[in-house]
């Protein structure tokens, strides 16, 4: 379960593309941040469960990837296209037999396609030649198709899929994605062997269209997904600041929980865009988070590197000055080496007593990335050398907050009671979690 967002420059306050990811996975699946180098030659290429060939020359690109996946949940290359994608459900079963993963698209997107445009040809070439399908859970078993949304400075598109069929939709105002088919009839292309279905069900109307999402998508597992609601959501919280949104706008989505004034973790009655795991079907949270500001010849890249965005903090990657070191890649257990696992105690912890542990903590974390947006605009007219030291300066900074905000938390056991408790301590026994 995820949530991806975008808004054209027109709507936003400094001229600038958004574009702005949750990525929602399972609790211990940790994703690691790296910046992959371009390449070339061409030869074979190892993914996560095909290989293929590999392009005779590549892009380099910033991913979040689940750490035993080759491809990304998110991502953005040096040409400032970034892509996110989403699990969807339609009315016939995903396919089990292994081939590309959705996730895989979004990394072969970024590594071949210099627009949002060329992108969308790339991952809608390959479905056609190589389809989709395979296990992409971790701990339980999990089969989708999946959509995307591909963004660049310039325009945006919404690409969804099924099987090896797809739809694409160009984005002309501020858009959501969540788990859900949301393109109807307004696409703007469609692949030939939908459309030639289509046409055989009798779905085409007078006007030779027909409606995407009506036809496929899944009701019964839109009901558990929430997805159509949280798009929904979504695309309220985009209109609600349009035409003034800015990066700090973005972040405050995906951190929403919702009206609710009683919701917590454990207590909450859909699944909302910061998403939070619990007992039983609602496995899945927000594991990662990114909220990209795409400009021609600047774009900042705002990440977490951490889940559960409303307990973490947005930090800048930038192309011309690199990846701040990130220590090991992280795996399913505990290591204090890791930036993601370090925060997860921090998360973890905050689950005792989520809302006061969430207030104590909110306003020190939108201040500081309030300091961070201001230190990299004000570094971008100083030149490469202050751009390096202004990312340094501010994942030293986050790293510092959120080791305070550790250290004010009474030692626990399991996060919270009962049957949300309880949930969380099996996950935090197989991590090899320490208490907090």
Known sequence: MCDTLTAPARATAHGAALFAKNSDRERNEAQTL????????????????????????THGCLISRPFWMWGAEMGANEHGVAIGNEALHAKTPAQRKRALTGMDLVRLGLERAATAAEAVEVITGLLERHGQGGDCGHLGRFYYNNGFIIADPAEAYVLETAGRWWAVERVREPRALSNAYSIGRSYDAVSADLAAHARAAGWMGADGRFDVAGELLDEVRDRTSFGRGRCARGKALLDRVSPRLTPQAMMAILRDHGEDTDWTPARTHDRTICMHAAEGARRSQSVASMVSELKSRRAVHWVTATSAPCTGLFKPVLFETGLPPQGP?????????????????????????????????????????????????AAFDSGPAAMKAAVAACWREAEAAEARWLARLPARGPAGHGAHGRSWARLNHLAALPRT
């Open 34 to 57: 790296e910046m992959v180098p371009r390449r070339t030659g061409g030869g074979p290429l190892k993914l996560t469960y095909l290989t293929i060939e590999d392009a005779p020359a």
């Open 329 to 377: 890649a992280p795996g399913d257990t505990f290591d204090a080496a890791t930036p993601w696992w370090r925060h997860e105690r921090l998360h973890r912890g905050l689950l005792h007593d989520f809302q006061a542990g969430l207030a104590a903590i909110a306003g020190e974390r939108n201040g500081l990335e309030a300091g961070f947006q201001a230190r990299i605009d």
